[in-house]
């Protein structure tokens, strides 16, 4: 099991893998604050850049998992880099059923709740791993402008417009699952350049270097059309952010 070979050279010179900066995700940090030793489990955790930076800023310790073991050779490096390889663990698997031996502080799913097929699914799949009065952090899309009609929520790259929620919807959402939302914090339309802006300079570079890949023509054609389509929808329409609840 592994994920397929195009996000990995989309993403290749991302530490994020989600339309938030390490700015938004050192600001989540400062403003939960953990405590020296807590535990993390990270479901879906890509390079691990939560865990890596969260252990060498705060102290805690944890387990990221993921499906992608490029992803997962990156965070092994990156918690050398930051000196924290003896307090944060990387397991290659799938997330959608994992449930930590032990509780934990934190547990979150940063971008990828279609590991419990969709939000309450997650925080059900989450609450199994978490100690008693723990946070969880979900990271999740919602409309930041409501789609006209279907065609548009299909150019944002959603199945249909029911696919996500707006930010007042997906609060109560959270709400009517039982918990409380106790922090969050949003990506901007900037942070979104950040994402998916930085994919095209990776793709530009990785087409340049491999252009009888059999890959090539299905990232060029996204090459070419990517920019104006990230502009006129995805930037404009898609808000995202991290939630950060608590049982009630
Ligand atoms: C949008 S990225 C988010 C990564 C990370 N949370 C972050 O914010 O940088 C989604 C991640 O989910 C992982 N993934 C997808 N399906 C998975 C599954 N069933 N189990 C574990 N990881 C999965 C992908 O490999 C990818 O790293």
Known sequence: MDLP?????????????????IEKL?????????????RVL???????????????DHGVTGTGVDI??????????????LGVADRVGFVHGDASGHVSDDPVGIAACVGATWIGSGVPGT????RRSLAPGGMMLIGEPYWRREPEDEATAK???????????SLPELLTRFGDLGCDVVEMVLADQDSWDRYAAAQWLNIRRWLDANPE??????LRAELTTGPVRH????????????????DR
């Open 5 to 21: 070979r195009s996000f990995t050279i989309r993403e290749s010179g991302h530490r994020v893998l989600n339309p938030f900066t």
């Open 26 to 38: 050192a600001l989540l940090g400062q403003a939960i604050s953990p405590s020296p030793g807590t």
């Open 42 to 56: 990270d479901l879906a955790c890509g390079k691990g850049e939560l865990l890596c930076t969260w252990a060498r």
């Open 68 to 81: 992608s073991t490029v992803f997962l050779d990156a965070a092994r490096a990156r918690a050398v880099e």
């Open 123 to 126: 925080v059900g799949l989450l």
């Open 155 to 165: 150019a944002c790259g959603l199945s249909r417009a029911d696919d996500l929620l």
């Open 213 to 218: 890949d059999e890959l090539a023509d299905e």
């Open 231 to 246: 502009a006129r929808y995805q930037r404009e329409y898609v808000g995202w952010g991290v939630f950060v609840l608590m």
